[in-house]
């Protein structure tokens, strides 16, 4: 039996994946600040993928590493060189080959997430002193908080920690209004994409209503072109088009001012959810048990199941569109659409009906509204 040390003075937190991701190891980066509150705790992901992590209290520093093999050999020696041993205990936060290389190099403990079946489980297995398995169906927030288990439960209640927020832009800031919905249009990959023209028939439809909406999307040529058509369904200050022009600590303080958020599987769904502001997410062939918003202050449990064409957990509404027609019981299948690759389609993304979608916002709205006007009431 491998004895249990608990006299760690340095923390590596290992997790190479998407924006989203990473942020929902916060709930796990907070419980190892609690329980070594002296540590350096630093923070190794991609580049360009650290950015929800910026200013947060419970991190010393954030470690990039390049997700490509640009720089050949001599950039590879340089990682290696870097990170050789500066650490006591890595906290491997995702099953791939690299992130394990990445902790066994950085620290000489670790506490890694093994693939449940293959992915050359046995020596990532022999590498790790402790080990918890990758389960499917295991919300990322409690995956990572596994690697803890020897040292440190749960709280209560887990929250994902949202970075500070940053200014907006003045003139974006002196257009904001009430009742405000943000609505994020793109996401990664167009099989987690919901179709433009069912985010134009909400957006004017809550134009219709009086309701100020809020385009994000990043700089990407990408986002950009997806965004490209809702831009004419109205003029600012009814709609702003922000996409490109805020960075995601900015996001961040604009979703701290609205009063309703819409978008897809994608890291500013996330971003919404742990700012704790009322949501309504569109899920695909993409299961919300595995990947769906954590909602704020939730037990350590397991807060969705895997199939509802509608389901709510505190502020946070999950929908999930139709079944195809010639094979039953298909959402989500776990796929990258129906055609099991990035630029797939995805039939049940398609059949989600945008009415669907903005009866629900109009119904957080109108909540908000008899909420406050109890408040203003002498």
């Given amino acids: ?23 929902l190891c916060t709930p796990t980066i907070r419980t190892a600040r609690l329980r070594w509150p002296k540590a350096r705790i630093d923070v190794l992901g991609f580049e360009g993928t650290l950015a929800l992590l910026g200013g947060n209290p419970d991190i010393d520093n954030l470690v990039t590493m390049s997700s490509s093999s640009k720089g050949g050999w001599r950039g590879r020696l340089g990682e290696i060189r870097r990170l050789w041993r500066r650490y006591d205990l890595a906290l491997v936060a995702r ?37 918890a398995d990758e389960v499917d169906g295991t919300p990322v927030v409690m995956r990572s908080m596994q690697l803890l288990a020897p040292w440190a ?27 405000c919905v943000v609505v994020q249009v793109p996401s990664m990959w167009r099989y987690k994409q919901w179709p433009t023209r069912h985010f134009r028939h909400v957006v004017e439809g809550l134009l219709a209503d009086g309701t100020q909406v809020v385009l994000t999307g990043g700089p990407s040529p990408q986002d950009l072109a997806q965004v490209e058509p809702l831009r004419a369904l109205g003029r600012e200050p009814d709609l702003i088009d922000g996409s490109g022009r805020l ?23 996330h971003l919404a959810a742990a700012v704790d502001l009322p949501i309504v997410t569109v899920f695909g062939p993409t299961p919300p048990q595995s990947f769906g918003p954590w909602p704020h202050e939730h037990a350590p449990v397991q807060p969705w199941r895997a199939r509802a064409q509608r389901q709510q957990v505190g502020k946070v509404i999950v929908l999930q569109g139709p079944d195809r027609a010639d094979r039953p019981g298909c959402v989500p299948c776990g796929r990258m659409g129906c055609e099991h690759h990035h630029d797939s389609a995805s039939a049940c993304l398609d059949g989600l009906a945008p009415e669907r979608v903005l009866d629900e916002l109009r119904r957080i709205l109108r909540e908000r509204a008899t909420s406050e006007a109890r408040v203003d009431t002498p």
């Fill in 153 to 179: 439960k749960p709280a209560a209640l887990l929250s994902v920690e949202p970075p500070p927020p940053l200014p907006l832009p003045a003139e974006l800031e002196a257009q904001l209004r009430h009742p």
């Fill in 95 to 131: 099953a791939t080959d690299r992130a394990h290389v990445a902790g066994w190099l950085a620290a000489r403990r670790r506490s890694a997430l093994l693939p449940q079946h293959g992915g050359n489980r046995g020596w990532k297995q022999w590498l790790s002193q402790y080990h």
């Fill in 247 to 269: 960075n995601l600590r900015q996001v961040r303080a604009l979703l701290a001012h609205a009063d309703a958020y819409l978008g897809p599987d994608t890291s500013v769904t």
């Fill in 1 to 23: 039996m491998v004895k249990v040390r608990d006299d760690f003075d340095s923390i590596l937190v290992v997790v190479p994946a998407q924006l989203g991701d990473v942020l």
